[in-house]
């Protein structure tokens, strides 16, 4: 009878543990993966490669921001040729550059809507 007690308390350890350990994937560190990682584009978009940056700071028409992981991105509006004056401090924004031309290669930046 001892034996068969301690097998039935081993095996509820290990299935709490599992059970745990599934919850924290399921609702904790999967949502947690950084999003400035580059990403698949929809088909139309395919020659792109996209990052997602946290608007830190704006100076004049010059833009800073980084991402979840850490990499920073600057870039100017005037360069960009498009309007960007509903970008805020704080903002989301998704960066798409070419494929082609990686550095230097920013071609739009957009504002992530929630």
């Not at 919850?23 to 490669?49: I, P, R």
């Not at 100017?76 to 990686?102: H, P, T």
Request: zero cysteines.
């Amino acid at each position: 009878m001892g034996k068969i007690r301690v097998k039935l308390t081993i095996l509820l350890v290990l299935a709490a543990v599992l059970a745990g350990g599934f919850y924290y994937l399921k609702n904790g560190s999967m949502k947690d993966v950084s999003t400035a990682l580059s990403q698949t584009v929809s088909s139309e978009e395919k020659n792109y490669t996209v990052y997602e940056y946290k608007i830190t700071k704006i100076d004049g028409t010059e833009y800073q921001g980084i991402s979840d992981n850490g990499t920073k991105i600057i870039f100017n509006s005037k360069n960009l040729d498009q309007k960007l004056s509903d970008i805020k401090e704080g903002d989301k924004v998704k960066a798409y550059f070419s494929n082609a031309n990686r550095i230097d290669g920013l071609i739009r930046v957009v504002k992530v809507t929630n």
